[in-house]
C-alpha cells in the first residue's frame, strides 16, 4: 500500500502548465516529453557561478565547450543543451527498447553513464527481468545518504517513464 501511495504522491509533484496557463496531465505528452519536464523540474537552471562546473539543467562543462565560470545561459539554450545531452545518454542504450533505453538515459542524466551501466537496474532489464522498482528507486543516495529529494525523483522518474509489460 506504501509503495503504491508513494508513486501516486510523485505523480502528483509533476504538473505541467500549457502557453495559456492551464495544468495538463504529464502522461499526455510524449516518454521524451516528459523526461525532459522531470529533468528539468529536479535539477532546475543552474547558475555557472554558484554551480561551476554544472550549468544549464545540470550539464557539467566538457572540454572544448565554450562555456565559462559565469556563464549567463538563457533558458532556451539550456533546454536545447538539456535535449542534446538526453539523447546521448539514450543512445549508450540502444540495445534495448526504447522505453527501457529512455529510462536509462533519465538516469544516466543525473549518475552518469558509467554507473547505470554497472547498476542492477541496467542487468535487470538486459536480462528481460521487468521487476526493477527496488534497484531503481535505490539509486537516491547523495554522500552515502538517503536523500529524499533523489528518492521521489526516482519515484517520479519511474511512474511516469517505466513501461511495466
Given at each position: 500500500m506504501k509503495k503504491i501511495l508513494l508513486l501516486f504522491l510523485a505523480l502528483l509533484t509533476v504538473t505541467v502548465?500549457?502557453?495559456a496557463g492551464r495544468k495538463i496531465n504529464i502522461?499526455?505528452?510524449p516518454p521524451f516529453e516528459r523526461a525532459v519536464i522531470i529533468i528539468k523540474k529536479f535539477e532546475t537552471l543552474?547558475?555557472?557561478r554558484r554551480h561551476w562546473p554544472y550549468l544549464g539543467y545540470g550539464h557539467r562543462k566538457l572540454p572544448?565547450?565554450?562555456y565559462y565560470k559565469g556563464y549567463r545561459m538563457s533558458e532556451k539554450e539550456a533546454d536545447a543543451l538539456l535535449r542534446k545531452d538526453l539523447r546521448k545518454f539514450i543512445s549508450v542504450f540502444k540495445d534495448l527498447p526504447p522505453n527501457d533505453a529512455l529510462l536509462l538515459g533519465?538516469?544516466?542524466y543525473n549518475i552518469g553513464p558509467g554507473a547505470v551501466k554497472k547498476s542492477s537496474v541496467y542487468r535487470k532489464l538486459k536480462a528481460g527481468n521487468r521487476d526493477i522498482f527496488k534497484a531503481y528507486t535505490?539509486?537516491?543516495r547523495y554522500k552515502g545518504k538517503f536523500h529524499r529529494q533523489l528518492h521521489q525523483?526516482?519515484?517520479t522518474?519511474?511512474?511516469c517513464l517505466y513501461n511495466h509489460k
Open positions: 502548465g500549457n502557453a502522461m499526455n505528452l543552474h547558475d555557472s572544448g565547450e565554450k533519465v538516469l544516466s535505490a539509486h537516491c525523483r526516482r519515484l522518474e519511474y511512474l
